[in-house]
């Protein structure tokens, strides 16, 4: 690891910490930990992922453990205004029959898979997530990418267990529209 790469990576990762965290200093804690792990343990690195993927997956089970152990100490704050807002945005894409308005229908994405692979397609979908609230985009990650169960979700959030899955909807909701616009039609419609 060079640097240059240990820098850009500590940047991203003390980012995505903060927002799990909430917290700078534990933020920074768990990323320094990962880091020193990572650069202890470079022996460990098969090669079978990218290297930015195994120092994330450091950072992830150290944030797992804090969540954890943060959630059996201290409940976390209550969700803010910027929730209310996203929740007015949400109940705009349907009628009162609860069907999609024509205009803020799923569009087609062609194939996906493909775009797992593109690494701009991933430059996107952080932009999509940083747009999201910020309470939303912590019980989405906390759910999709650190794979807590609902439960551990609830209680690190301090949320009931249908808000949970309510805030999911809006946050998968509110990911697609971004991805519809800036990804897969980019160019058909303007963002």
């Known amino acids: 690891m060079d640097n240059a790469f240990v820098e850009q990576v500590r940047r991203d990762m003390l980012a995505f910490a903060q927002l799990q965290l909430r917290d700078a200093a534990l933020a920074e804690d768990a990323v320094q930990d990962a880091l020193t792990a990572a650069l202890t343990?470079?022996?460990?690195?098969?090669?079978?992922?990218?290297?930015?993927?195994?120092?994330?997956?450091?950072?992830?089970?150290?944030?797992?453990?804090?969540?954890?152990?943060?959630?059996?100490?201290t409940p976390i704050s209550a969700f803010g205004d910027d929730e209310d807002s996203m929740d007015q945005a949400f109940d705009r894409l349907f009628k009162d029959n609860a069907h999609w308005q024509p205009a803020h229908r799923p569009a087609a994405w062609g194939d996906p898979e493909a775009s797992l692979r593109d690494k701009h397609f991933w430059a996107v979908f952080d932009a999509c997530l940083t747009h999201l609230p910020k309470n939303t985009a912590r019980v989405f990650m906390m759910r999709e990418f650190l794979e807590l169960d609902t439960g551990e979700v609830c209680t690190a959030a301090g949320i009931s267990t249908s808000n949970c899955h309510v805030i999911l909807h809006r946050a998968r909701s509110a990911l697609r529209g971004c991805l519809?616009?800036?990804?897969?039609?980019?160019?058909?419609?303007p963002c």
């Open 180 to 189: 519809e616009k800036s990804w897969f039609l980019a160019g058909e419609r």
């Open 41 to 73: 343990g470079g022996q460990d690195f098969a090669g079978r992922s990218a290297l930015k993927t195994w120092v994330f997956g450091i950072l992830r089970h150290k944030i797992v453990d804090l969540i954890r152990q943060q959630s059996r100490t």
